[in-house]
């Protein structure tokens, strides 16, 4: 058995370029979807956000017509209000790498308010990433990595291959005009090798021991391939 740390967003806004706050959190399927995956394969799962609060959800992401339907919603709705370690997280300054045999970022708009200027979370990537140890980080979460630095001041995930979401997805969700700065931009002007798919479609892409998911579609692929690579 595998032990998971899944870093989540703390925020339930992302400010926009006009300063008014866009009601977020975490992305619902980019939760759900992984934790399914990893605790139906039997293995543990522990949450950590700043400061320790109870990630919030974007109430968007629970929507039907995101969900394949009513069925789909209900379904995601109930996982998330039975997931005990989404409900008692510990605090993401207290966590100690040694005791976690992977690393899980999901997105949503949350994490381009907290984890992108969050220096443990900073911190705990450039660890995980120097560990060996599977980190996988799916559509906005790669945001975080903006909060990475290494020697003279360049970011250890300079040149590596990676995916997130893309400027064309944010310009389709009607969001890109209003934002202060776009994902896709930064993760290019940080160094990284960035590769895009189609939008919306499954798109996932693994350097070393760095796993990257597009969009919300993209995150059960990307579960399974943390599986095959823990196997």
Not at 7 to 33: C, I, K, N, R, S
Not at 77 to 103: C, N, Q, S, T, Y
Not at 104 to 117: C, N, R, S
Not at 180 to 206: C, F, I, M, N, Q
């Amino acid at each position: 058995m595998a032990k998971f740390l899944f870093v989540m967003t703390g925020a339930d806004h992302w400010t926009l370029a006009d300063g008014t706050e866009h009601p977020t959190g975490y992305w619902a399927e980019e939760f759900v979807a992984p934790y399914e995956a990893f605790t139906g394969a039997g293995h543990q799962i522990v949450v950590a956000t700043p400061g320790g609060v109870v990630p919030p959800v974007d109430t968007g992401s629970l929507e039907a017509e995101v969900n394949g339907g009513a069925a789909g919603a209900q379904r995601v709705r109930e996982v998330i209000e039975g997931a005990k370690e989404l409900h008692d997280p510990v605090r993401l300054e207290d966590v100690d790498l040694a005791e976690f045999d992977a690393v899980y970022y999901p997105g949503g708009h949350g994490p381009m308010e907290d984890l992108a200027v969050n220096k443990d979370s900073g911190a705990l990537l450039n660890a995980a990433l120097a560990s060996g140890k599977p980190l996988a980080v799916v559509c906005h979460a790669p945001a975080a990595l903006l909060a990475t630095t290494g020697d003279a001041g360049v970011s250890p995930f300079a040149g590596y291959r990676l995916t997130g979401f893309s400027n064309a997805e944010e310009s389709q969700a009607g969001l890109a005009d209003k934002a202060k700065w776009l994902l896709e931009d930064r993760l290019v002007a940080l160094g990284a090798d960035y590769t895009s798919g189609e939008p919306w479609a499954p798109h996932v892409v693994t350097d070393r021991n760095l796993f990257t998911g597009q969009n919300p579609a993209s995150s059960a692929p990307l579960a399974a391939a943390v599986l095959k690579a823990l196997a």
